[in-house]
């Protein structure tokens, strides 16, 4: 439950962060319970004022990151892997492609059940593709799909990022307590 101010807080902070506007879409789209009320179309307002701005731009180093998140579960999908396997890499896979794609042309992203409906509406054909591709490796095992569907997916921006890629542990994260060994990455 939330009031207004937590819904505000949602909309303009967690949903618009994230890219995945789960809460906004639900108020824009609900239907007041028990019966519309100053409150309720002001939060209504306020979530499809969110929804027609638009989700934030990738930055550079948010569209690194995940092209390389991307391009590791590809590495995964490489080698021959058991079903059970494949089940796992191709459901985080499923999501994290499929927010990538929307986000990388500015769009809002979406949860695991409604990628396909976010995907349709950005490109019918295209969503048809991906969701057929997916469906490959959990009946018969094969990735090959999934696999040429996420590197025509990359390849206009750079394909999967690993070379230079760094990612460092926020410094109010590291250990200062004196003899804590550092580990050498490399």
């Given at each position: 439950?939330?009031d207004a101010e937590t819904a505000e807080y949602v909309f303009s902070g967690v949903d618009r962060r ?169």
């Open positions: 439950m939330h994230s890219g995945i506007p789960a809460l906004s879409l639900m108020v824009a789209d609900g239907i007041e319970a028990p019966a519309p009320d100053e409150v309720s179309r002001g939060l209504k307002r306020g979530a499809t004022a969110m929804l027609d701005a638009g989700p934030p731009g990738l930055d550079p180093e948010l569209d690194a990151r995940l092209r390389y998140e991307i391009g590791d579960m590809l590495d995964d999908l490489r080698d021959p892997r058991p079903c059970r396997e494949l089940l796992g890499i191709g459901g985080v896979s499923f999501a994290s492609l499929a927010n990538y794609v929307l986000r990388s042309r500015g769009r809002w992203s979406a949860p695991g059940k409604a990628i396909a409906a976010a995907l349709g509406r950005l490109d019918p054909l295209m969503a048809e593709t991906y969701v057929r591709a997916f469906e490959l490796p959990f009946r018969a095992g094969d990735a090959g799909e999934v696999l040429q569907l996420a590197e025509n997916i990359l390849a206009p921006r750079g394909g999967p990022h690993f070379d230079g890629w760094r990612s460092a542990a926020p410094s109010t994260r590291r250990s200062s307590r004196p003899g804590r060994r550092k580990i050498d990455p490399g």
